[in-house]
């Protein structure tokens, strides 16, 4: 009876113990979850918000890629209904010939200035995509290949000759203005147009003319009529008893200095690897396509940054 009774202050101090023990450990976890509680919500609504801009970043890229996409397909579109309304005015010979008629012309234009809207390259002027051989689709009053078309036509009838292309070369801030001429089918020349030309803004730039040469022929035997070879023979023959330097005058062309004669300002409303657009003072455009392989577009998006 004595030992148990012993064992009760034992027994009794363990209970409380344990009780302090358990409420300790019940008021641990019950602050526990409270902080529990309380931080989730704002956790979760920080990757909530994390989940919702990585949504709209990348939803924002796709709209963007898809509208850069709309853009190229409405530009190449429109790049390739102006070709064809060229050839629907009846192309080049048409347009030097005077054949072209007002509803071709305001057709062509009108497609020439939705091309013009969709312009890719920022800087022209200081593109490579500007170097290179060009050939004239469309041209104006001002330009210098009516004036390459004006000489060739004031000189022979046009019976006799026919101006079968027109290229321009671009190297170096100088260009190059060829008109290929065609007498009687048989006998093939070229009139040269050379110019300076020189940046006066990322659209604007100045040309100069420097000379103007009339290349001597080229006999194309094998087409010449009959009834006319005994006439080129003569000729040849002709020129080859002239004095050396006369001969050589006539080997090398007629050149007509134009230093100091005629300058114009014109802008770039559009280029890219396959058509340059220019306007004149007077806003009429000229149009030409290219005829070599077009510059790198890095070396070009390079250029245009570094101007």
């Keep these: 009876m004595a030992s148990l009774q012993s064992s009760l202050p034992a027994i009794s101090t363990l209970r409380s113990s344990f009780s302090s023990s358990s409420s300790a450990a019940s008021s641990s976890i019950s602050t526990t979850s409270l902080v529990t509680l309380t931080k989730s919500p704002d956790s979760y609504r920080s990757t909530r918000r994390k989940l919702k801009c990585r949504a709209m970043v990348q939803q924002q890229a796709v709209q963007g890629a898809a509208a850069t996409y709309a853009k190229e397909m409405e530009r190449l579109s429109a790049k390739e209904s102006l070709l064809l309304a ?14 072209t008629s007002d509803m071709q012309r305001i057709d062509v234009n009108e497609r020439i200035t939705g091309l013009e809207r969709l312009n890719p390259t920022p800087r022209p002027t200081t593109s490579p995509f500007l170097e290179g051989r060009w050939n004239f689709e469309w041209f104006g009053s001002g330009s210098p290949g009516l004036f390459a078309a004006i000489f060739i036509f004031e000189r022979f009838p046009s019976t006799l000759a026919n101006l079968s292309k027109m290229e321009m070369m671009i190297k170096d801030q100088k260009a190059n203005i060829t008109a290929n001429l065609k007498l009687l089918n048989s006998i093939e020349s070229k009139f040269i147009v050379s110019t300076n030309l020189s940046v006066e803004g990322p659209l604007r730039m100045k040309e100069e003319y420097v000379e103007g040469i009339l290349e001597s022929p080229t006999v194309i035997e094998e087409t010449i009529p009959e009834q006319l070879k005994g006439a080129l023979s003569q000729a040849v023959t002709t020129v080859q008893q002239l004095p050396v330097p006369i001969r050589d005058v006539v080997a090398s062309g007629l050149r007509v200095p134009l230093i100091g004669t005629f300058q114009r ?6 280029l890219d690897e396959e058509i340059l657009i220019i306007r004149d003072t007077a806003g009429i455009p000229e149009v030409l396509t290219r005829l070599d392989a077009p510059t790198s577009p890095i070396a070009d998006s390079l250029a245009d940054y570094e101007s």
């Design 265 to 270: 300002l014109f802008m770039i409303s559009y």
């Design 86 to 99: 060229f050839k629907d005015s009846g192309g080049f010979e048409a347009l030097v010939t005077g054949k």
